[in-house]
């Protein structure tokens, strides 16, 4: 069955620490790749994605994430994570434009000061 | 430009009661998505709508889930009789008509709890 997993369920990091969060997907074929983060007591925003060409996507925030295809996975990383990056990650990933998209369980990022 | 608005943020209800809830996407959005979202978890789709077509309802359960977008634009969805397991964040979507990835701009959800 087509699923995406996500590592870590829950991260807790100091500020200025560098995060990477894990994301793998068991699709075949062409996807696109999505990261979502979801603030406190806010909707889900988009904050990088993946459709093709390099693999190396930079989002908002200063949030970038690669997309290993032969390790079927799309890794998000910051190198200097904040407080205000507390929030819930998401990786996403559908199959062509306009198919719905699949999540993952999501990860909590808690940054302390 | 305005985003996804839905209503109501949140309710309460006892089992077997039934509930609606709406949502309106945003202007010029063709496609349409209800997810649901039960606390831990990741959303789970339930509905997508392509204009007042259903796409895909697979994951919808239909003995108590309804969902509607009669003029291809806002769309109710519908619980009815109400579990202890349908306590969750209820998110609508929508998408523009594009070929390049289909990101979904989600609105804020409504939180239904049942008691």
């Known amino acids: 069955a087509q699923s995406v997993s996500q590592h870590n369920h829950h991260v807790i990091l100091s500020e200025a620490a560098s995060l990477e969060l894990g994301c793998n997907y068991s699709y075949g074929g062409t996807v696109n790749l999505f990261w979502y983060v979801q603030y406190p007591g806010q909707h889900l925003q988009l904050l990088l994605k993946y459709f093709s060409g390099d693999p190396l996507v930079k989002g908002i925030k200063g949030f970038e994430a690669e997309f290993i295809k032969s390790k079927f996975s799309f890794n998000l990383r910051k190198p200097s994570v904040q407080w205000s990056d507390t929030a819930e990650y998401f990786c996403a990933v559908n199959r062509h434009s306009g198919y719905a998209l699949n999540f993952g369980k999501g990860t909590s990022l808690l940054v302390t000061p | 430009e305005a985003g996804v608005a839905q209503s109501p943020r949140y309710k309460i209800i006892e089992k077997r009661q039934s509930v609606a809830f709406w949502c309106n996407p945003i202007?010029?959005?063709?496609?349409l998505y209800w997810y649901q979202q039960i606390l831990g978890q990741g959303p789970k789709l339930l509905i997508q709508?392509?204009?007042?077509?259903?796409?895909?309802d697979s994951q919808l359960p239909k003995d108590r889930f309804s969902a509607e977008r009669l003029k291809g634009v806002d769309s109710t969805l519908k619980i009815q009789p109400a579990k202890l397991e349908d306590s969750a964040v209820y998110l609508c979507?929508?998408?523009?008509?594009?070929?390049?990835?289909?990101?979904?701009?989600f609105g804020e959800g409504s939180r239904l709890t049942v008691l």
């Open positions: 202007s010029g959005h063709a496609t």
């Open positions: 979507a929508s998408s523009p008509p594009t070929r390049l990835g289909g990101e979904l701009f």
């Open positions: 709508f392509q204009n007042n077509g259903v796409v895909d």
